[in-house]
């Protein structure tokens, strides 16, 4: 059994953790495309594609991050934001795929980010699988979704 992590919003992620190696299989950024002006949005057809193409290929149980509202975020960017975890577990409800909601607390205590800078993430997934390109600021995203899939298999997933 695999463990898909997933990273919520336009610079999250996707990937896919085997249990047994705990080698990363498959990775790609959160699809998005363009509303108006600079504003973007998760793109739900293609988040549906990825998640139906995995599913063809792979067993696997999804590790969606549970989220919610922060502080200081506008109307219009929290809305589409929510759209989009929606869409997302929408995708993996109606697909049947086992999906546990795990909070940003737990996945983070378990690589030692609580208290830590956000961009912390890509450095101790880098430690972990060096072979992934983690060398922009932007692949925070990819970074958190990897440590979200071995959180997965580490602790929910019963493999330790």
Partial sequence: MQSLGIDVGNEGAFALIQEKTLRCIFLVDMPVMALTGTR???NAAEI?????GLAKEYQFTAFLERVS???????CSMFSFGTGYGVIQGVLAAM???TVLVTPQS????????GQPKDMARTV???LYPDIDLSKKKYTGRADAILIARHGI???GGSK
């Fill in 40 to 42: 973007r949005q998760m």
């Fill in 48 to 52: 549906a594609r990825i998640i139906k």
């Fill in 69 to 75: 509202a922060m502080p200081g975020q506008g109307v």
């Fill in 96 to 98: 049947g795929i086992p």
């Fill in 107 to 114: 996945w983070k205590k378990d690589c030692g980010l609580i």
């Fill in 125 to 127: 997934c880098q430690r």
């Fill in 154 to 156: 580490m602790r929910v």
